[in-house]
């Protein structure tokens, strides 16, 4: 679907955790076609209900930009209430009027995974607001290590990245391309 898509790059770039990488998944060419994306979402919303099991979830929240039409799309599926952190300076925060009430439960959704960095941002964003984080879901998880939270995710890939000091295609003098939002 990604190479169908165009949306599996190849060549050398920045990724948000700053760390380089020789693919990159640009899933919002995934959500060129609503009727694709809204599907990954019901998928990702059934296995969100089988690998969580009975976990109560009161509401997706996404950080921006990744996660916030998969967000809303995922929510959507689960009948659940939506909204989206995003950055003010270098901190995540809930703006735009949006609310998450002390004891909600809350999933967070983004489209890629690679650190848990934007994901581990909006979870303590939610915990300082009293909310209980149940989970963390999305399309393509790149991670190499455990979480505190459980990830679900419709694909698990093994990706090479590199500190930007020890990238081999920057030694090379590839061009680097920097196709994310941070």
Not at 45 to 74: F, S, T, W, Y
Request: include cysteine.
């Amino acid at each position: 679907m990604f190479r169908k898509c165009g949306a599996l790059l190849q060549g050398h770039f920045v990724l948000s955790s700053g760390s380089h990488s020789d693919r990159y998944f640009q899933c919002a060419l995934l959500f060129d076609d609503p009727r694709l994306g809204r599907s990954l979402a019901q998928a990702l919303a059934d296995k969100i209900r089988r690998q969580l099991g009975n976990r109560r979830i009161d509401r997706v929240v996404g950080p921006a930009m990744g996660g916030i039409i998969i967000g809303h799309e995922v929510a959507h599926a689960l009948g659940v209430r939506s909204c989206f952190t995003e950055r003010v300076g270098k901190r995540m925060a809930l703006r735009r009027g949006f609310e998450v009430r002390a004891g909600e439960r809350v999933l967070i959704v983004e489209d890629v995974v690679t650190t848990g960095g934007s994901a581990g941002e909006t979870a303590s964003v939610m915990r300082e607001l009293g909310a209980k984080v149940e989970g963390v879901a999305c399309i393509v998880d790149r991670t190499q290590d455990s979480r505190d939270a459980p990830l679900v995710s419709l694909i698990k890939v093994q990706v090479t990245t590199w500190d930007v000091n020890e990238c081999p295609l920057c030694h090379q003098g590839q061009a680097v391309v920097k196709p994310g939002s941070r």
